[in-house]
């Protein structure tokens, strides 16, 4: 789908020079002198090297067309990660490089989107909470201040956050998966 270049935002994916490039940061320039044109700095997903370009207000560039399935976590090995369709109950396998340090926090069955570009998967979605639990935390000290009122602990998964004075080893908590922030006890 085309589109203009001052409609080019952050995190859109973009055709162009025959690659498949993220949208870093674009900020639209008018100068005094001459048109009006869009500097967007730009990452290639197949080959991690970043582009910084610069498009004239007139031209438009190609937007990638993205489709999205839902599909449940089945189990992982050494270097990737096994989901199954629900409906088609096709499975698929994703590298650990693409799945990220998010992959962490997948569980049995858990449900997430994947977005693929010509049937090649690009990245998964968890949903913004999941379920975890505490593995080992501090004791609280008593007398300490509100204001500096986090502990860190690791959770069953390894993930190392920050949490509340009152939380304990054994509790169970939501987990923010876009920040990995501790939301609230269960």
């Not at 001459?34 to 500097?39: E, N, P, T, V």
């Not at 730009?42 to 937007?63: H, I, P, Y």
């Not at 449940?72 to 629900?86: A, Q, V």
């Amino acid at each position: 789908m085309k589109i203009s270049a001052s409609d080019i935002r952050v995190g859109m994916l973009l055709e162009y020079k025959d690659d498949l490039w993220q949208v870093l940061k674009t900020q639209h320039v008018k100068p005094g002198k001459g048109g009006a044109f869009a500097q967007v700095e730009m990452k290639s997903l197949m080959k991690n090297t970043k582009l910084n370009e610069r498009f004239r207000s007139s031209e438009s560039v190609e937007k990638a067309s993205l489709e999205e399935s839902k599909f449940s976590y089945s189990y992982e090995d050494e270097t990737d990660y096994y989901f199954i369709n629900p409906q088609t109950f096709d499975q698929i396998n994703i590298t650990k490089k693409i799945v990220g340090e998010k992959g962490k926090m997948l569980t049995e069955n858990l449900e997430v989107n994947i977005s693929f570009y010509e049937n090649k998967p690009l990245s998964v979605d968890l949903p913004n909470q999941v379920t975890c639990k505490i593995e080992s935390t501090d004791a609280a000290i008593k007398g300490q201040t509100v204001s500096s009122s986090y502990k860190p602990a690791i959770l069953d998964n390894g993930i190392n956050i920050q949490v509340p004075p009152f939380i304990e080893n054994g509790d169970e908590i939501i987990v923010d998966t876009r920040t990995i922030e501790y939301i609230k006890k269960i």
